[in-house]
């Protein structure tokens, strides 16, 4: 089982920035799809940007499209999102995911969760 461990979230003022970064396990990181994931209490899980095992494919929300960046780096096992011109809306619990499929990471149903980091934007 692909094991998943956020960092990088905390607390930012509107307008700021924040770079999240996920490292897997094992060694097969390369083939694996990855994602950010991003859910409210009481709301749905929304997909906020994917990228494939390449890293040359990439797909975002619609509202983060311009703010934020997803990237990897295969040789140090770590996906990272890079949060800039944060709003209060973008509070949330942060979630990495991972899938061989790069089509269910962005149909948010990835194979494997990491545990969440929280993200909270203060006005």
């Known amino acids: 089982q692909v094991q998943l461990v956020e960092s990088g979230g905390g607390l930012v003022q509107a307008g700021g920035s924040l770079r999240l970064s996920c490292a897997p396990s094992?060694?097969?990181?390369?083939?694996?799809?990855m994602g950010w994931f991003r859910q409210v209490p009481g709301k749905e899980r929304d997909v906020v940007a994917a990228i494939s095992g390449s890293g040359y494919s990439t797909y975002y929300g619609d509202s983060v499209k311009g703010r934020f960046t997803i990237s990897r780096d295969n040789a140090e096992n770590t996906v990272y999102l890079q949060m800039n011109s944060l709003e209060p809306e973008d509070t949330a619990v942060y979630y990495c995911a991972a899938d061989l499929r790069f089509s269910k990471v962005r149909g948010n149903t990835a194979d494997y969760w990491g545990q969440g980091t929280q993200v909270t934007v203060s006005s």
């Open positions: 094992g060694r097969t990181f390369s083939t694996y799809a």
